[in-house]
Nanobody, 123 residues
Framework: QVQLVESGGRAVQAGGSLRLSCAAS????????LGWFRQAPGKEREFVAA????????YYGDSVKGRFTISRDNAKNTAYLQMNSLKPEDTAVYYC????????????????WGQGTQVTVSS
């Protein structure tokens, strides 16, 4: 099975940018559709973005459309989440997830998860 490790989270001011990475090991990343989700304290896990195995198809949650971009480099076994124009409400733990089937926006349909990386946006 694939193991996922997120990195790149840190504290940033509103309006700033961050790029999160999701590094995969154990299996070839190109076999998996990928998703990014986030969870703030006291809130449910929220869909952020997803990308198909080839990278051709991408999907975004309404709250991040136009600000975040998901991408992947299958040769490097890594996926990315470029986050621009960050807002305080983007503060959360961000998780990378993988599934062997088609891309999904639903957290419960993903089989493999990373440990998460904290993003904190201050006003």
């Amino acid at each position: 099975q694939v193991q996922l490790v997120e990195s790149g989270g840190r504290a940033v001011q509103a309006g700033g940018s961050l790029r999160l990475s999701c590094a995969a090991s154990g299996r070839t990343l190109s076999n998996y559709a990928l998703g990014w989700f986030r969870q703030a304290p006291g809130k449910e896990r929220e869909f952020v973005a997803a990308i198909s195995r080839s990278g051709v198809n991408t999907y975004y949650g309404d709250s991040v459309k136009g600000r975040f971009t998901i991408s992947r480099d299958n040769a490097k076994n890594t996926a990315y989440l470029q986050m621009n124009s960050l807002k305080p409400e983007d503060t959360a733990v961000y998780y990378c997830a993988a599934r062997t089937s088609l891309t999904s926006t639903k957290a419960h349909e993903y089989d493999f998860w990373g440990q998460g990386t904290q993003v904190t946006v201050s006003s």
